[in-house]
C-alpha cells in the first residue's frame, strides 16, 4: 500500500521540477522584456546621445526589435539541435546564453563611457538573447509534452505560456518599482540595470535545475534506437510543409492577439483614447494577470475537447468580440478593463491549445525542428510587427478600431485554415517516428 502512494507522489514531484524547469527560461526571457520596455527611456539616455531624444528612443527600440531578427536564426539552431542532442541539453544552453547575455546588458558601460561602442554592444546582446528565445519557447513546450500523462498535455504544457504573462507583470513591477523611487540620478546611474543583473541568479537556477532532470523519454527512446536524424531541420522542411505551413496560419492570430495585448494597447489607450498612463498600466497588468489565471483553465477545456474545437472557438472569438472589446475600451476606465479582459481570455483560448498543438502535429525525430520554425515565423512576421502595424492602421484610417478589424481580419484566415488543414492532435502518439 505504501508503495503505491510514494510512486504516484515522486512520478508528481518529477512532473514538477520538469515544468519548473522548463518555464524559468520563459520567465526570465519576459521578464527582462517587460523591464526593458518599461525603462526604455533611460536606456535611451544613457546609450546614445542626449541632445535628440525621439531619436535616442526610436533606435532603442531598433535595438529592442532586434531580438525579434534573430529568432528565425534561433529557432533554426535550437530546433535542430533539440532534436540531435537532446531537449534537456538544447534548453540548458539557451537558458545560458539567454542569462549570460541578459546579464551582461546590465554591466555595460554607458554612451559617456565607451561612445558608440555601447548601443553597438547592446544591439549584439539583445541580438543574442533573441536568437536563445528563438528555440526556448518551442523547446520547453515539447520537453514538458513529451513528460506529461496522456490526457493532461495541454494542462502540463499551459505553464509555458503563463510564465510568458507572469513574468511580464513582474518585470513591468520591477521598472515601474525603480521608476517611481529612485531619484533620477540613482536611476540612470544603477537603477536601470537591476532587472538585467537579476537574469544571472535566475539563469543559474534554470541552468541547475534543467540539468538535474532526465531528457524527455521520447528522446530516450530515440537515442536507444538510433533514431535520432542527423538533419531534422531539413527532414522537416522536406517532409512536413503541411504541418509547418498549418502551424503558421493559425499562429498569427495567436502572435497578434498577444503583441496587441501585451505591448500595443498601453500606448494606444494613452496616446489614442487619453487615459493616463498609471490607468493604461493599470490594465496591461489586469489583463496580463487574467491571460497568466486563464492558461490552465483553457488548458483544461483543450484537453477534454480537443486542439481543433479549440483553436476554431479562439479564432471565431476574435472574429466577433475583438471590436465590441475595443468600443468597450472607448466608454471609460471600467470598459477598457473589460475589453483588455476579454482579449486576454480569447488569448489564453488560443494560446493554450497552440502549445500542445504544436508538439503533437509534428513526430519525435523532427519534433523541435518543426515547430520552431513555423511558430516563429509567425512571430516574427505578425508578432513583432503587431504594433507598427496597428499604428499605422490608424494613422491611415483615422479609426481607433482600426487595430480591431486588422485583428478580425487575421482570425478569419486563421479559421479557415484550422477548420480546412488542421487535423486533430490531441490523440497521437509523442513517440511515433
Known amino acids: 500500500m505504501t508503495v503505491r502512494t510514494e510512486q504516484p507522489a515522486a512520478a508528481r514531484a518529477g512532473r514538477r521540477k520538469i515544468v519548473l524547469a522548463s518555464a524559468i527560461g520563459n520567465f526570465t526571457e519576459w521578464f527582462d522584456s517587460?523591464?526593458?520596455?518599461?525603462?526604455?527611456?533611460?536606456?535611451?539616455?544613457?546609450?546614445?546621445?542626449?541632445?535628440?531624444?525621439?531619436?535616442?528612443?526610436?533606435?532603442?527600440?531598433?535595438?529592442?526589435?532586434?531580438?525579434?531578427?534573430?529568432?528565425?536564426?534561433?529557432?533554426?539552431?535550437?530546433?535542430?539541435?533539440?532534436?540531435?542532442?537532446?531537449?534537456?541539453?538544447?534548453?540548458a544552453l539557451s537558458v545560458l546564453v539567454m542569462s549570460g547575455a541578459t546579464f551582461l546588458m546590465g554591466v555595460l558601460p554607458t554612451y559617456s563611457a565607451i561612445g558608440v561602442a555601447a548601443p553597438i554592444l547592446l544591439f549584439a546582446l539583445r541580438t543574442a538573447q533573441g536568437f536563445s528565445t528563438g528555440g526556448e519557447y518551442t523547446g520547453a513546450s515539447a520537453f514538458i509534452m513529451e513528460h506529461a500523462p496522456d490526457g493532461r498535455r495541454a494542462r502540463f504544457a499551459s505553464a509555458v505560456p503563463a510564465t510568458v504573462g507572469l513574468a511580464s507583470v513582474a518585470g513591468s513591477a520591477v521598472g515601474v518599482l525603480l521608476t517611481s523611487t529612485l531619484s533620477a540620478d540613482a536611476l540612470h546611474t544603477w537603477g536601470w540595470r537591476v532587472p538585467f543583473l537579476l537574469a544571472g541568479p535566475l539563469g543559474l537556477i534554470g541552468l541547475y535545475l534543467r540539468r538535474r532532470v532526465e531528457d524527455s523519454p521520447v528522446f530516450r527512446a530515440l537515442a536507444r534506437e538510433e533514431s535520432v536524424q542527423r538533419k531534422p531541420l531539413r527532414d522537416a522542411v522536406r517532409s512536413h510543409k503541411r504541418q509547418i505551413c498549418t502551424l503558421f496560419g493559425y499562429s498569427?492570430?495567436?502572435?497578434?492577439?498577444?503583441?496587441?495585448?501585451?505591448?500595443?494597447?498601453?500606448?494606444?489607450?494613452?496616446?489614442?483614447?487619453?487615459?493616463?498612463?498609471?490607468?493604461?498600466?493599470?490594465?496591461?497588468?489586469v489583463s496580463m494577470v487574467c491571460y497568466s489565471l486563464a492558461c490552465p483553465l483553457m488548458a483544461s477545456a483543450s484537453d477534454r475537447f480537443g486542439r481543433k474545437r479549440m483553436l476554431l472557438a479562439a479564432c471565431l472569438g476574435f472574429v466577433v468580440c475583438t471590436l465590441p472589446a475595443f468600443v468597450l475600451m472607448r466608454t471609460g476606465f471600467a470598459g477598457a478593463l473589460a475589453g483588455t479582459t476579454v482579449l486576454a481570455v480569447l488569448?489564453?483560448?488560443?494560446?493554450?491549445?497552440?502549445?500542445?498543438?504544436?508538439?503533437?502535429?509534428?513526430?519525435?525525430?523532427?519534433?523541435?525542428?518543426?515547430?520552431?520554425?513555423?511558430?516563429?515565423?509567425?512571430?516574427?512576421?505578425?508578432g513583432g510587427t503587431a504594433p507598427f502595424a496597428a499604428t499605422w492602421l490608424v494613422s491611415l484610417t483615422g479609426s481607433s478600431l482600426a487595430p480591431g478589424c486588422y485583428l478580425m481580419a487575421i482570425a478569419v484566415v486563421s479559421a479557415l485554415v484550422v477548420r480546412f488543414a488542421f487535423r486533430e492532435t490531441k490523440n497521437l502518439d509523442l513517440a511515433r517516428r
Request: no cysteine; hydrophobic share 50%.
Open 34 to 91: 517587460a523591464a526593458y520596455a518599461t525603462m526604455s527611456s533611460t536606456i535611451a539616455a544613457e546609450f546614445f546621445p542626449r541632445h535628440d531624444q525621439t531619436a535616442a528612443l526610436l533606435a532603442t527600440w531598433a535595438i529592442f526589435a532586434g531580438g525579434f531578427v534573430a529568432r528565425p536564426l534561433g529557432a533554426a539552431f535550437f530546433g535542430h539541435y533539440g532534436d540531435r542532442i537532446g531537449r534537456n541539453r538544447m534548453l
Open 347 to 382: 488569448v489564453a483560448v488560443i494560446g493554450t491549445s497552440n502549445v500542445p498543438a504544436m508538439v503533437e502535429m509534428f513526430p519525435g525525430p523532427v519534433r523541435a525542428s518543426g515547430s520552431a520554425i513555423g511558430y516563429t515565423a509567425a512571430y516574427v512576421l505578425f
Open 252 to 285: 498569427i492570430t495567436n502572435a497578434i492577439a498577444y503583441y496587441l495585448m501585451s505591448s500595443y494597447l498601453i500606448s494606444y489607450m494613452a496616446d489614442e483614447l487619453r487615459y493616463s498612463r498609471t490607468q493604461a498600466l493599470t490594465a496591461s497588468v
